[in-house]
T-cell receptor, first 115, second 115 residues
């Protein structure tokens, strides 16, 4: 079974600075998807960015980018020019390309933005 | 343009009571999922369905039952609620594999407290 680990329960960053959230995973599959979800106090699950394992190029979405290291099974999220609205819980998630394509989540990292 | 709608948004139950959470999606998605989110943990899969009339167990299925009588609805039932089932419940849906590659779409969650 796949597992996802986020080793940073909490992180904080100054507004306009850059922060990196860590995620590692374990799988025996060669093809899969990885995601970062944002959960603000409203409880909504908002997709931030996703990465296909077969793509070597790291995904980027505006101020959000990932560092995907397939051999190391590492998938970190970098937030540049942090904004107050980025404050939230961030979850890393894994999804197989086979079967029911269930999501396996990490424990989450609470990100605080200091003005 | 509702997406995934969960009913109710909040509920307080007494131990031993029963209730049903409703998830409805208007995107004609094949796959639907129920997750629970507990403090300090990521979302964990309870049950899922890959099509109308089919259901399967996820990671934490004990104490729950589900039904998918209609493609657009996925019901989660608690026959005899226990305090350990106090949690936030999320429903999600996505198209079947081979269709447009989309991530899971989440509802806004149901906060359930069992006294």
């Amino acid at each position: 079974a796949q597992t996802v680990t986020q080793s940073q329960p909490e992180m904080s960053v100054q507004e306009a600075e850059t922060v990196t959230l860590s995620c590692t995973y374990d799988t025996s599959e060669s093809d899969y998807y990885l995601f970062w979800y944002k959960q603000p106090p409203s409880r909504q699950m908002i997709l931030v960015i996703r990465q296909e394992a077969y793509k070597q190029q790291n995904a980027t979405e505006n101020r959000f980018s990932v560092n995907f290291q397939k051999a190391a099974k590492s998938f970190s999220l970098k937030i540049s020019d942090s904004q107050l609205g980025d404050a939230a819980m961030y979850f890393c998630a894994y999804r197989s390309v086979q079967g029911a394509q269930k999501l396996v989540f990490g424990q989450g990292t609470r990100l605080t933005i200091n003005p | 343009n509702a997406g995934v709608t969960q009913t109710p948004k909040f509920r307080v139950l007494k131990t031993g009571q029963s209730m049903t959470l409703l998830c409805a999606q208007d995107m004609n998605h094949e796959y639907m999922y129920w997750y629970r989110q507990d403090p300090g943990m990521g979302l964990r899969l309870i049950h899922y369905s890959v099509g109308e009339g089919t259901t399967a167990k996820g990671e934490v299925p004990d104490g729950y039952n589900v039904s998918r009588l209609k493609k657009q609805n996925f019901l989660l039932g608690l026959e005899s609620a226990a305090p350990s089932q106090t949690s936030v419940y999320f429903c999600a849906s996505r198209p079947r594999p081979g269709a447009v590659n989309q991530p899971q779409h989440f509802g806004d969650g149901t906060r359930l407290s069992i006294l």
